[in-house]
């Protein structure tokens, strides 16, 4: 059984960073493509990044374009969201998933369960 775990969020300014990590046991991230979900507050969840199983390709929301990274290490079975240039707007909890399917919109997320995500805030 699969379990993901997220974390490094927290209280930031504006125009902050934050490095958000997923760990996750077995063979995840070496068999599925990854990606990242937020939700913030009344709102919809909603898909922010995805990486490739290898690594080799990335894709993000227009919302985050340019201002997020994405990576993953297989070995240790990691993965990291690099946050950069914060908006308010990014205030949601954040979420790893694996992403179900061929690579490739619309990004599914694999297991049902989403877990306890981590916190990101973004003050004005």
């Known amino acids: 059984q699969v379990q993901l775990i997220e974390s490094g969020g927290g209280l930031v300014q504006a125009g902050g960073s934050l490095r958000l990590s997923c760990a996750a046991s077995g063979r995840t991230f070496s068999s599925y493509n990854m990606g990242w979900f937020r939700q913030a507050p009344g709102k919809e969840r909603e898909f922010v990044a995805a990486?490739?199983?290898?690594?080799?390709?990335?894709y993000f929301a227009d919302s985050v374009k340019g201002r997020f990274t994405i990576s993953k290490d297989n070995a240790k079975n990691t993965m990291v969201l690099q946050m950069n240039s914060l908006k308010p707007e990014d205030t949601a909890v954040y979420y790893c998933?694996?992403?179900?399917?061929?690579?490739?919109?619309?990004?599914?997320?694999?297991?049902?369960?989403w877990g306890q995500g981590t916190q990101v805030t973004v003050s004005s």
């Open positions: 998933n694996a992403l179900w399917g061929s690579w490739g919109t619309p990004w599914r997320a694999l297991y049902d369960d």
């Open positions: 990486i490739s199983w290898s690594g080799g390709s990335t």
